[in-house]
């Protein structure tokens, strides 16, 4: 795995940290534990796959449901770097 940048020059996580690891235990089928280590984890996912197949398939409303995903995305992972860095506090 990569290491965080961020987490190596200033000792706290970033908004992204927990998503390779996250990742790789979606591909291994242990859902839960994706989920704890990176609640944006699906729906990030789900935002990928759908730009890219709105780059070869034309989908009606592409444009609006990306801006949608992006803000469910957006105030999720915020929630969960708060709640994460709660700990820390």
Known sequence: ???CLNKQLF???CLGCGFQRATAFLFTGEFTQAFKMYPAV???WIFFIFIGLSMFIEIK???KIKL???I???VII????F???SYLF
């Not at 915020?78 to 770097?81: I, K």
Request: proline share 4%.
């Open 68 to 70: 949608i995903l992006a």
């Open 1 to 3: 795995m990569l290491p």
């Open 83 to 85: 709640y994460k860095m």
């Open 72 to 74: 469910i995305n957006g």
């Open 11 to 13: 000792g706290l996580d």
């Open 78 to 81: 915020l929630v969960g770097y």
């Open 61 to 63: 409303n592409a444009r």
């Open 42 to 44: 699906f729906t990030l």
